[in-house]
């Protein structure tokens, strides 16, 4: 049951990331792949059907971590009590940008927001991607679970007491923010015609070309931070696949990208996202949050609720998937295809 919710909650981030990734990404590219106030227009409403509904995964994730790893639920949200809340506002700002260019038809006006909601969403990539490269590297836990990191120290992830940003939790959130950038603007070329894109598309095979040399820097970074990752590929030869499922999916974004094929692209860039995640997660486990002392980590068994309280919450888990599921194809479907300058109105 334990490594079950394991995988469920690593399943539900995967589908925050690939899902409010192409938003984030949207956001990261709307002041270059959009130069006019109706091609601006045009990203909002390619995202604006579905970019609050992707972050119920996040929410989602977090309240079934509350009851199926309550300790690592208390260690986490209270060690990284800064940086979340550098999130929630800057998730708070995103959509108050979204809502509120609109309001008033002045250029001033609309700038601002348009800038406030490339500001949220090329920080938030690059947090997430740091707040990933914490758990990588592990966090100094003390005996009881509990540590607290500062925003950033000297910047040494070998340090008995990183900073939340280091020299390598940077790289990880510079590689995250590439990785959105080209699946969002990926997203944009599926979801427009004519010049905007064009732009997406020339945004999306530039910020290829930077993810693959990141993702090297980054690959050679995390074996050398996290000694354990490379024991784990070496006791379990079959976790391979999932870094190859990654190449996959990185070769996939730019073969598809120079045919101009939108949709291969963007189908592309989900996969590589889902590999690289799966990479991260399956060789950490069974740690869930490991320590720089790894005697401290919280693993799938120090860290997780009695058998009853996940066997419960499984139960009511599933009832929600489904609910969750329904809604999310049918509201993909109502929304899919070309966007148009037409429908613009209230963004």
Wanted: aromatic share 14%.
């Amino acid at each position: 049951m334990q490594t079950l919710w394991f995988i469920l909650i690593g399943f539900m981030l995967t589908m925050y990331v690939v899902l409010d990734g192409f938003d984030l990404g949207a956001g990261a590219i709307h002041l270059w792949a959009a130069k006019t106030n109706e091609e601006r227009r045009l990203i909002l409403q390619a995202i604006g059907p579905v970019w609050d509904g992707n972050e119920v995964w996040l929410i989602a994730a977090a309240g079934s971590m509350f009851f199926s790893f309550p300790v690592l639920y208390a260690s986490s949200f209270s060690g990284f009590y800064l940086p979340l809340i550098i999130v929630l506002w800057l998730l708070m700002l995103r959509g108050i940008a979204i809502e509120l260019r609109s309001h008033i038809q002045n250029p001033v006006w609309v700038s601002f927001w348009d800038g406030v909601f490339f500001i949220g969403s090329a920080l938030l990539t690059i947090f997430y991607g740091a707040a990933l490269g914490n758990v990588v590297r592990g966090v100094p836990l003390d005996k009881n679970g509990h540590f607290f990191e500062a925003l950033w120290t000297d910047f040494n992830p070998y340090s008995s007491n990183p900073g939340i940003l280091d020299w390598y939790t940077v790289l990880i959130g510079l590689l995250a923010l590439a990785i959105l950038t080209a699946h969002g603007a990926n997203y944009i070329a599926v979801k427009t015609e004519g010049v905007v894109n064009a732009r997406s598309r020339r945004i999306a095979r530039l910020a290829w070309l930077v993810t693959i040399v990141l993702t090297v820097l980054g690959t050679i970074a995390t074996f050398s931070v996290q000694p354990a990752i490379s024991a784990s590929f070496g006791s379990r030869p079959w976790e391979i696949i999932f870094p190859l499922i990654a190449l996959a999916g990185l070769i996939g974004m730019g073969y598809y990208n120079f045919r101009q094929r939108d949709l291969e692209a963007f189908f592309s860039s989900c996969t590589f996202i889902v590999g690289m995640l799966a990479s991260a997660a399956i060789s950490l486990y069974p740690d869930v949050l490991p320590a720089v002392n790894p005697a401290n980590s919280l693993t799938i068994q120090n860290a997780s609720a009695s058998q009853y309280a996940q066997t419960v919450g499984l139960v009511w888990w599933i009832i929600a998937i489904i609910l969750a599921s329904i809604y999310f194809i049918v509201t993909y479907r109502l929304f899919w295809g070309k966007v148009h300058v037409a429908g613009t109105e209230g963004y």
